[in-house]
């Protein structure tokens, strides 16, 4: 398959930054253009569980990132959340694709309500209002009623609500194994072929 054109990919403040980042890395294999979505807690995050300690420049955010990630920086654009006039901020030019990845129940409940208080609630509005495809992977637990009534509204609008929890039918041996379960469902369900992990029913023994 060749690459697809754009998407928008948004992190909060949730746990789970290395989904985002070993997610951030499959995207750069599939798409000519990643919009990059940092929140100020998704920072905070990120130098807790991942040892990433991001400037407060956008460019060198972007540069701190490719370098340990190693990933192509041309192919990345990280947006600031103010940034109103980028792409992802208007139904004309927006991606018809974003996930948000981990998806803070703040961030949910906001884009549940249809708030654009910043550039990723916005990105996912837009997203929303043009019928395209967004997927939110929250990581809470345990969920509230409200939390499950937003996500309930979401997944009548046609949200892909796919809660960061590996399933372990497939003996992982690392945490890697575990986060590359959750990005491959992410992968699936943007309609990327995907070799993180095995699908049941294939090597495992079954008929």
């Known amino acids: 398959m060749g690459n697809r054109s754009a998407i928008t ?17 499959c995207l ?13 807690p998704a920072r905070v995050v990120l130098a807790t569980e991942c040892d990433i300690a991001l400037p407060d420049n956008t460019r060198e955010q972007l540069n701190r990132l490719s370098e340990r990630l190693q990933l192509p920086s041309e192919k990345i654009e990280l947006l600031a959340r103010d940034n109103w006039m980028s792409a992802v901020a208007s139904g004309s030019s927006a991606p018809k694709q974003m996930v948000v990845c981990p998806c803070s129940t703040g961030t949910l409940s906001a884009i549940a309500q249809g708030a ?20 939110l992977v929250p990581r809470e637990t345990p969920y509230s009623a409200i939390h499950l009534e937003n996500m309930l509204n979401l997944a009548r609008l046609g949200v892909t609500i796919l ?18 379960f959750i990005v491959a469902r992410i992968l699936d369900h943007l309609g990327i072929e995907q070799t993180l992990m095995p699908r049941w029913g294939y090597g495992n023994g079954e008929n």
């Open 9 to 25: 990919l948004a992190l909060t403040g949730a746990s789970g930054a290395p989904y985002a980042l070993r997610l951030l890395q």
């Open 163 to 180: 809660p960061a929890s590996p399933g372990f039918y497939q003996q992982p041996k690392t945490v890697d194994d575990l986060v590359d």
């Open 116 to 135: 654009s208080d910043n550039l990723i609630e916005r990105a996912a509005d837009v997203v929303l209002k043009e019928k395209g495809q967004l997927i």
């Open 28 to 40: 750069t294999l599939h798409y000519e253009k990643i919009y990059l979505l940092l929140s100020a």
